[in-house]
């Protein structure tokens, strides 16, 4: 029986690159100079330190703008509510994507269900199985999981006849 797997994975090591960049260009851009900015990855937390607002804002769309030349998804972040550090200075963390929650997922799967697809959907662990009779029934449904406004960056794996 045909299937495919709906997944979510976020390549850390781009990420890592990214930051990399990033840090690099605070270090030598105009507007940053004199500045205590930094930015650092643990695992799949990025933590951001800023010394204003408004550096802060500048700091994260560098984050989008490197994530997105390493050819990932800018929607694998999820950034955390800032907060107030020493002084005026700002942090943010930033969450890293990896696999699907269980709510996405649920929701998922029940948009599948109703869109009278020929398609059976299951939950394994963080990752998504569809199974159908016909190949044509999963591309059809690998075509209405993309057209659905998920946030979330979401590749089609491990396609099988």
């Known amino acids: 029986m045909p299937s495919f797997d709906i997944v979510s994975k976020t390549d850390l090591a781009e990420v890592e690159n990214?930051?990399?960049?990033?840090a690099r260009e605070i270090g030598t851009?105009?507007?940053f100079k004199g500045s205590k900015c930094t930015i650092e990855r643990k695992e799949t937390v990025i933590t951001i330190n800023a010394d204003d607002e408004l550096k802060l804002k500048q700091v994260q769309e560098l984050l989008k703008v490197?994530?997105?030349?390493?050819?990932?998804?800018a929607g694998c972040?999820?950034?955390?509510?800032?907060?107030k550090a020493a002084g005026n200075s700002r942090r943010q963390e930033v969450v890293v994507k990896q696999g699907i929650e269980q709510t996405l997922a649920k929701r998922i799967v029940k948009d599948i269900k109703d869109s009278k697809l020929k398609v059976q959907v299951s939950i394994q662990g963080d990752e998504l199985?569809?199974?159908?009779?016909?190949?044509d029934d999963l591309q059809d449904a690998i075509a209405f999981v993309k057209g659905l406004k998920i946030e979330q960056p979401l590749q089609y794996t491990n396609f099988r006849d």
């Open 18 to 22: 990214a930051v990399q960049g990033v």
């Open 29 to 31: 851009r105009f507007d």
């Open 66 to 73: 490197h994530i997105t030349r390493r050819k990932l998804d």
């Open 77 to 83: 972040l999820e950034f955390k509510e800032e907060q």
């Open 129 to 135: 199985r569809v199974t159908g009779k016909k190949r």
